[in-house]
């Protein structure tokens, strides 16, 4: 594998299983495996080596706009075999690429590991619907297998809006899928999600709600009778719902608590743990927006959204806690790997 050429790269991160690919200067070219950071190349990279392969995936426009603006997001295809999202960035000056490994295929309920207690959200025709977690935890992953399932039992206009593309929807089946990037398609979410409604939408797929003008339009567009899926960087359910609230100012928080309690119907937050025989599966929470549920949002009562989790299992709510154990009952993870999971919601949880 020539240590300066992308796609020679690239290819062989997918052959080895790799989720993440990692370039930089003073450092070997690295790919994470299984969550584990693995050099592959010997020797460390030069800047030269570095700036060679970042033009490279980039080519001159795109580098000229990387010059300018200091960081940017783009896809990168290796022929009709290797799709990746790509971050390129500088650090102490010199350039870096970090590039995460998109499949090809558009992955089942069950290679994502969403279970029955997903079904009735299938059903859904309105609404707001959050996958969150950390970055790297298959949020995307997982939206595209529920979409895809969705796509499946309804004839329906999608439209996402994504920056960049990742998973690629076939055009082929039932229904419009119409796949729209940022900066290429669209300039800025907020603008694309206000004109969506000319676009005659039965669902909306917002890759990213990054700031106030986009979660306050995500969550308009919730309102008005189409189903919506988004996504954010937070850990938990009441996490999720106090960064909605905390984005916007004071005088309005008291509003949004209200609409988010009408137009959110389930959050999925969700972390990675490692498999027993190797691999990741996901770990989640589910928060289903029962009367209940909308009550503590509109009364700001965050707090009280953990015991509701634990206690709304009829609902189909569920714990990080009890799937955690459900997945060693299961035998999908080890009892260390399941102590540590608890180990670790419980620190999360103590400093929510």
């Known amino acids: 594998m020539p240590a300066t050429q992308p796609n020679a790269i690239f290819q062989k991160a997918a052959e080895m299983g790799a989720s993440d690919v990692h370039i930089a200067v003073g450092v070997p070219v690295t790919f994470r495996v299984n969550d584990v950071l693995t050099p592959v190349t010997k020797g460390a990279l030069t800047e030269a080596d570095v700036k060679k392969i970042v033009r490279s995936v980039l080519g001159e426009s795109a580098w000229k706009q990387f010059e300018r603006d200091r960081e940017i997001d783009v896809s990168h295809t290796v022929g009709n075999s290797v799709r990746l999202r790509v971050n390129c960035h500088f650090e102490r000056g010199v350039p870096s690429l970090a590039a995460r490994i998109i499949p090809n295929a ?12 997903f079904a009735p959200i299938l059903e859904l025709t309105e609404g ?12 995307s992953t997982s ?5 895809g399932e ?22 082929e089946g039932e229904g419009v899928v119409r796949q729209r990037q940022c900066g290429e398609d669209f300039l800025t979410f907020a603008e694309a999600l ?13 890759g990213e ?16 009778g189409h189903l919506v899926f988004g996504t954010l960087h937070t850990p938990n359910a009441m996490q999720t719902i106090d960064r909605i609230v905390d984005v916007f100012p004071p005088h309005q928080q008291a509003q949004v608590r209200s609409q988010l309690s009408l137009s959110l119907r389930a959050i999925v937050s969700q972390r990675l743990l490692p498999k027993e025989g190797g691999g990741l599966t996901a770990l989640r929470e589910l928060l289903i927006n029962t009367a209940a549920v909308g009550h503590i949002i509109r009364e700001n009562r965050t707090t009280e959204l953990q015991t509701v989790l634990q206690t709304g299992t009829k609902d189909g709510m569920s714990t990080f806690e009890a799937d955690a154990k459900r997945l ?7 009892a260390d790997t399941l102590k540590l999971a608890l180990e670790l919601t419980a620190k999360v949880s103590k400093r929510a």
């Not at 992955?107 to 279970?115: A, D, M, Y």
């Not at 796509?151 to 809006?161: A, D, Q, Y």
């Open 106 to 117: 558009i992955p089942t309920l069950e290679e994502v590991g969403l279970g029955d207690a």
């Open 128 to 139: 707001l619907i959050l996958f969150t977690g950390p970055a790297g935890v298959g949020k």
């Open 143 to 147: 939206m595209a297998a529920v979409i």
């Open 150 to 171: 969705i796509r499946k039992r309804r004839s329906l206009n999608i439209v996402t809006l994504e920056d960049p593309i990742e998973f690629v929807f076939p055009r």
């Open 194 to 206: 206000r004109r969506v409604l000319r676009q005659d939408p039965d669902v909306v797929m917002v």
């Open 209 to 224: 709600m990054r700031d106030l003008e986009t979660i306050a339009a995500t969550l308009t567009l919730a309102e008005t």
């Open 328 to 334: 060693r009952k299961e035998g999908v993870i080890s």
